[in-house]
C-alpha cells in the first residue's frame, strides 16, 4: 500500500537559514508527488508538485523540491527562510486506484522560525 | 479571484444536535472533496463529489452525510456530532481526478461540540 513519511514532526530555523523538509513514499509505480503548506487556521496550498521529467521542481514562495526515485524521497528545500515561511508542511502521494484517487497524506511537519 | 470559499469559518453545536456546514466554489470544478483533519494531525478524506457521483470513503462513520444540489455547493451534515467529531473540516475541489491533479483548499470550518 501506499504510505507517506515525514520523519520531522517539528522543525525551528532562523531566519535566513536553509530549510530541508523530508518526504519518503512507498509507491509501486511512478509518484505523484505534491507538497502542500497550512498556515495557522487556514486551508491548504499547493506549493509543488512533480509528476514526471526534470526530477528538480519549482514552487511558489521560493520553494524548490528534489525527487530522488533511488531513495523514494521528494524532500523540501528553500535557500534562505522567512519569518512568514512558518506553517505546517505536508507531503502527499497520489493513489492512482480505479474511481478512487485520493492523496495519501503524510503526517506533516511544523515549521518554526525564529528571527 | 475564482475561490473556495466555506461558511461559517468557526462553528459551535451541541452534543448530538446536528450541523451543516458549507462549501462553495466559483471555479467550476467537476471534483469536490470534504476533508476531517484533527489537531496536529493529516487531513483524512471523508467523501468526496465526481459531478453528482457521491464517493464515500470506507471508513467514513454513517453519522456523517453530503449533499452537492448543483456544482458550486457541497454541504456537509453531522446528524449526531459526538465530542469526536470536534475539528477542522476542509472542502477541496479539482478539475477531474486523474492522480496528478492539484486540488484547492477552502479555508476549513473549526467544529467545535460542546
Known amino acids: 500500500a501506499q504510505s507517506v513519511t515525514q520523519p520531522d514532526i517539528h522543525i525551528t530555523v532562523s531566519e535566513g537559514a536553509s530549510l530541508e523538509l523530508r518526504c519518503n513514499y512507498s509507491?509501486?509505480?511512478?509518484?505523484?508527488l505534491f507538497w502542500y503548506v497550512q498556515s495557522p487556521g487556514q486551508g491548504l496550498q499547493l506549493l509543488l508538485k512533480?509528476?514526471?521529467?526534470d526530477t528538480l521542481v519549482q514552487g511558489i514562495k521560493g520553494f524548490e523540491a528534489e525527487f530522488k526515485r533511488s531513495q523514494s524521497s521528494f524532500n523540501l528545500r528553500k535557500p534562505s527562510v522567512h519569518w512568514s515561511d512558518a506553517a505546517e508542511y505536508f507531503c502527499?502521494?497520489?493513489?492512482?486506484?480505479?474511481?478512487?484517487?485520493?492523496?495519501?497524506w503524510g503526517l506533516g511537519t511544523s515549521l518554526a522560525v525564529n528571527p | 479571484d475564482a475561490m473556495v470559499i466555506q461558511n461559517p469559518r468557526y462553528q459551535v453545536t451541541q452534543f448530538g444536535k446536528p450541523v451543516t456546514l458549507s462549501c462553495s466554489q466559483t471555479?467550476?470544478?467537476?471534483?469536490m472533496y470534504w476533508y476531517q483533519q484533527k489537531s496536529s494531525q493529516a487531513p483524512k478524506l471523508l467523501f468526496h463529489?465526481?459531478?453528482?457521483?457521491?464517493?464515500n470513503e470506507a471508513d467514513t462513520p454513517d453519522n456523517f452525510q453530503s449533499r452537492r444540489p448543483n456544482t458550486s455547493f457541497c454541504f456537509l451534515d453531522i446528524r449526531s456530532p459526538g465530542l469526536g467529531d470536534a475539528a477542522m473540516y476542509l472542502c477541496?475541489?479539482?478539475?477531474?481526478?486523474?492522480?496528478?491533479?492539484?486540488?484547492?483548499f477552502g479555508p476549513g470550518t473549526r467544529l467545535t461540540v460542546t
Open positions: 477541496a475541489t479539482s478539475r477531474g481526478r486523474l492522480p496528478g491533479t492539484e486540488q484547492y
Open positions: 471555479l467550476n470544478h467537476n471534483v
Open positions: 463529489y465526481y459531478d453528482k457521483d457521491f464517493n
Open positions: 509507491y509501486g509505480a511512478t509518484p505523484y
Open positions: 512533480y509528476f514526471s521529467g
Open positions: 502527499a502521494v497520489a493513489q492512482n486506484a480505479g474511481n478512487n484517487r485520493k492523496l495519501i
